[in-house]
T-cell receptor, first 112, second 113 residues
């Protein structure tokens, strides 16, 4: 199947600093990518839809200025967590739908 | 509203026993349904999917699922569970917006030796 990568796989940052997470579709192009957040023992919560060439669409309750999304190309989307604080600690997962309609997920990024 | 329900939070089975994980969806049109598996600290791996056609679909690792429109269900089955199957299983369906998935809360599978 198609491959989606994420970098870094884990990151520890100081409060108040920003962290950038990259999501790449390695063998297919994706005009849309999705960013999810997952708390321990819980399901995935959609944060935003990343659109190549246009602004991201955020889910209700997700702060746009806190979680900056940039879809730089057809194979790359980035999520920047600005001024990170302990409550932002979580597992962040991206996904991208292939032309077949199947959505492929990255391996996730653990933010501490 | 579109939603996916996984009634069982946690299931425990013995190795070699059969397995069925339940999933129900609410969506008026023909749903696009998926089962994913997640090991601790990992991303999601696609087990199988249903878009149309034969309602019994085969997936990887010996899993299968059956789409039953009358019951709005898409239950995952495996005839003989292996210890390596212990993981979190998520049922999902794709909504009207291309690619956006609606997830169930997940079912944690524990396998006893």
């Amino acid at each position: 199947g198609a491959v989606v990568s994420q970098h870094p796989s884990w990151v520890i940052c100081k409060s108040g600093t920003s962290v950038k997470i990259e999501c790449r579709s390695l063998d297919f192009q994706a005009t849309t990518m999705f960013w999810y957040r997952q708390f321990p023992k819980q399901s995935l919560m959609l944060m935003a839809t990343s659109n190549e060439g246009s602004k991201a669409t955020y889910e209700q309750g997700v702060e746009k200025d806190k979680f900056l999304i940039n879809h730089a190309s057809l194979t790359l989307s980035t999520l920047t967590v600005t001024s990170a604080h302990p409550e932002d600690s979580s597992f962040y997962i991206c996904s991208a739908p292939a032309n077949t309609g199947t959505q492929y997920f990255g391996p996730g990024t653990r933010l501490l | 509203a579109q939603s996916v329900t996984q009634p069982d939070i946690h299931i425990t089975v013995s190795e070699g026993a059969s397995l069925e994980l339940r999933c129900n969806y609410s969506y008026g049109a023909t749903p696009y349904l998926f089962w994913y598996v997640q090991s601790p600290g990992q991303g999601l791996q696609l087990l199988l999917k249903y878009f149309s056609g034969d309602t019994l679909v085969q997936g990887i690792k010996g899993f299968e699922a059956e789409f039953k429109r009358s019951q709005s269900s898409f239950n995952l089955r495996k005839p003989s569970v292996h210890w390596s199957d212990a993981a979190e299983y998520f049922c999902a369906h794709r909504g009207s917006t291309l690619g956006r998935l609606y997830f169930g809360r997940g079912t944690q599978l524990t396998v006893w030796p």
